[in-house]
């Protein structure tokens, strides 16, 4: 797959999420306040920001020579996402008052979203001519 359409998927997707997380805090803040507001804000971005690190370090190289550096990449990079999730989720507990119900169903509406991500992250190349 060329690296720049792979590039213009990723960026779609991590709009699409952006887009999602601002619409949910937009929703909570009219029919719960602020702090809900806030609360599903923060949710979205502590989903964003590891997939985010992941996405750039799993598609740092491309190409059959680099099926090593491939693999080392991934598991590099989702072992410190997994840490970065740690830490965001610890620091917005310990330095935010937040709204669980708020944050948790923010987190996990847009981790929902890689469900889509074949429809988001267009791939051309791969796709049968229609008649």
Excluded at 39 to 61: D, H, Q
Aim: aromatic content about 12%; hydrophobic content about 55%.
């Amino acid at each position: 797959m060329n690296k720049q359409l792979s590039n213009r998927g990723i960026v779609r997707l991590w709009l699409v999420q952006l887009s999602a997380t601002l619409i949910i805090a937009a929703l909570c803040a009219l029919v719960y306040g602020t702090n809900a507001a806030s609360s599903a804000l923060l949710g979205g971005l502590v989903c964003i920001v590891p997939n985010a690190y992941f996405a750039s370090k799993l598609f740092k190289y491309q190409g059959a020579r680099s099926a090593k550096q491939i693999v080392n990449s991934f598991y590099k990079g989702e072992a410190l996402k997994i840490v970065i999730s740690i830490f965001l989720f610890t620091a917005v507990f310990l330095l935010f008052k937040i709204t669980p119900l708020a944050f948790f169903a923010s987190y996990i509406m847009i981790l929902m979203t890689h469900w889509f991500a074949p429809l988001i992250i267009e791939n051309k190349q791969n796709r049968p001519e229609s008649d």
